[in-house]
């Protein structure tokens, strides 16, 4: 088990710098089907479920996981039943831990 799950995100107002590629690779590692964007400021995953409704059960999972870590993805529901998830730490523009710790409990609702 990912030691992601077990971690709590961090409350992040500024002051540090986003993660480099050599920091952010082994925790990429363990969330299989998500990328970083070419940026390397974004950490994104689709999903794709059967139909409207499923994709809205989904959200409102993600989005009640989000209040809790108090860490809020971007959420793009397209076409009826796809979803966009893109993780950043606004703070810093760009990677933070908490970007992986919350994907990582996103899988877990999957």
């Avoid at 794709?48 to 809790?68: D, H």
Wanted: with cysteine; aromatic share 8%.
């Amino acid at each position: 088990m990912s030691t992601l799950t077990q971690s709590k995100c961090e409350p992040c107002e500024g002051g540090i710098p986003p993660m480099t590629r050599e920091q952010f690779e082994p925790l990429l590692q363990e969330l299989p089907g998500w990328k970083v964007t070419e940026s390397e400021k974004t950490l994104a995953r689709d999903f794709s479920f059967k139909n409207f409704v499923q994709t809205i059960e989904f959200v409102n999972k993600v989005a009640e996981l989000a209040e809790q870590e108090g860490h809020h993805p971007d959420l793009n529901i397209h076409g009826y039943n796809k979803l966009a998830i893109r993780l950043s730490t606004h703070a810093i523009k760009g990677l933070s831990r908490n970007d992986f710790i919350l994907a990582a409990k996103i899988d877990q609702l999957a």
